[in-house]
């Protein structure tokens, strides 16, 4: 958070800002120290509405707007209830705030936002992202990438998040005004420093490492819970057969006709509750859907190390190379072969002067590279010192976010299981009753 200059609170946003300004978001939007945005303001994506309008391109399109609402707190504790302040936001909007926050952020697990199509879904499940049911788990999902961001120690104060939840017009010149695009880093960039990187921290490797290994199981657990879905839907509906054939019996029995039209209609109510089912079961997948992209954000984190990390290396190695030209220079031997060694074997050797003017040059050089390598240490430090940090917060919220959505999930289970069990009972009885 950045300083206010006073011990207890700290300011949401930047301090480049006028002395009224500061004051005005003292003000408006000042949070205690250590504390989050969602201390002080209740956020919410009230809903989801489908609208149709031209696109870049001056081409028809429909889209997806969803609606933040905001109110402070207090109002909520003291007892009034004034209307929230509302605006609208399309996905993409979502997408360039999380976009920013990676950029500004580097050392964050930035929480994922929700899939934008639908994947691993069971055949009967619609992969339209403009289905009813698909918009609404958005809406939740949305939702839920908000309360992450403003509960998190860094993320929440900042002033483009602040903004992003209470200006409508004019959000995106703001974010774009950073210059964040500029500051990203190209993937060739990265992937350079993945396979150059001497001396990798063993922490973030196992931790990249891990978070492969996270998205693995939890692709796997969804495409079994998928299969499995599908096997589900089959024997409820297939149920559904088993009321069909006791009506019809019953309709040739007189004694027995009860008792098998009662049975009849358990069963059809039992093949129809299957949808409810596996509805609910769509927002557990969504869960874990959370923290299979969340395995990606760990892994952006640890790619950044490497990248932090080679560009130290690059630094040293270019100081050493230069301590190395001036030694050369001042002894007058070549230790190793170079073209310069060359060139002088054949052209003859340098004057004096021109070895002084050297000489000078690189004394220059080597202070800025002294000078560069201890920025470079300091970077990597306090990087080291920040990811590491936040990597230690996600792994406890990890925890305990996936033992509660498991345990859910088998809960819901058995629940499902004993509603089965009851249907056969009621039947049984209907039988007995025959």
Known sequence: MADSGSEDIAVIGNTDLTP??????????????????????????????????????????????????????????????????????????????????????????????????????????????????????????????????????????????YLFLTEENGWKETVFETGFQAKADSRLKALNATFRVKNPDKRFVEMKHYGDELQSVISQLLRVRARAADRLYGVYKVHGNYGRVFSEWSAIEKEMGDGLQSAGHHMDAYAASVDDILEEEEHYADQLKEYLFYSDALRTVCRKHELTQYELEMAVQDLTSKKQQREELATGTIRTFSLKGMTSKLFGQETPEQREAKLKMLETQIEEGEELVKERNSECDEFVKSAWVDIERFKEQKDHDLRESLISYAIMQISMCKKGIQVWNNAKECFNKM
């Open 20 to 161: 009224s300004e500061s004051e005005n978001n003292l003000k408006n939007t000042m949070v205690e120290k250590g504390t989050s945005l969602l201390k002080k303001m209740e956020i919410s994506v009230a809903e989801a509405e489908k609208r149709t309008g031209k696109n870049a391109v001056n081409m028809q399109e429909t889209y997806t707007v969803y609606l933040i609402e905001t109110r402070p707190v207090d109002a909520a504790s003291e007892g009034t209830n004034p209307v929230p302040d509302s605006l609208w936001r399309r996905y993409s909007e979502f997408e360039l705030l999380r976009n920013y926050l990676l950029v500004t952020y580097p050392f964050a697990v930035v929480p994922p936002l929700p899939e934008k199509r639908a994947e691993f879904v069971w055949h009967k499940l619609s992969a339209d992202n403009m289905d009813p049911d698909f918009v609404e788990r958005r809406r939740v999902g949305l939702e839920n990438f908000l309360l992450r961001v403003a509960s998190h120690p860094a993320l929440s104060s900042d002033k483009i998040f």
